[in-house]
């Protein structure tokens, strides 16, 4: 769980939001969650490609928070992570968390699918927010989840 492991990171801004999380920010969030060697495109998409991409690789036609797509497994590992800034400022506002919290809790989550996390089956999914949660208290950032 070290943040000593070779990142190669690329961002790419297609979204016309007004604020964004800065290149340093997201290097900050991704390294942080590294367990291996990883390369990595990190795109910010506006709704109409975030839905796009939902409905041509999910088929699901809406824009979702964010997409993880892993292209080879090996290390180091190498993949895509989208996230889509009108979901994640829609999403920010209405569970009342700051917007650059949610965005590295996002940037987490997606890191960590990356990585093989998983929260379909219950276990899997509490390993998973465990592990997030530690991460954004680690960055001095809220839980993500209530825990009622």
Known sequence: MSTEHTLSLSVQYASDAKTLPTRSQLRRWVKIALEQDVQIALRIVDELEGRALNLGYRHKDYATNVLTFVYDDNEPLYGDIVICAPVVAREA??????LLA?????TL???????GYDHERKRDATRMEA??????LKLRYPA????S
């Open 144 to 147: 993500p989840y209530l825990i």
């Open 109 to 115: 989550h997606a890191v960590l699918h990356l990585q």
């Open 131 to 136: 592990r997030e949660t530690a991460l954004m």
């Open 93 to 98: 506002r209405e569970q009342g968390k700051e």
């Open 102 to 106: 949610h965005y590295a809790h996002l």
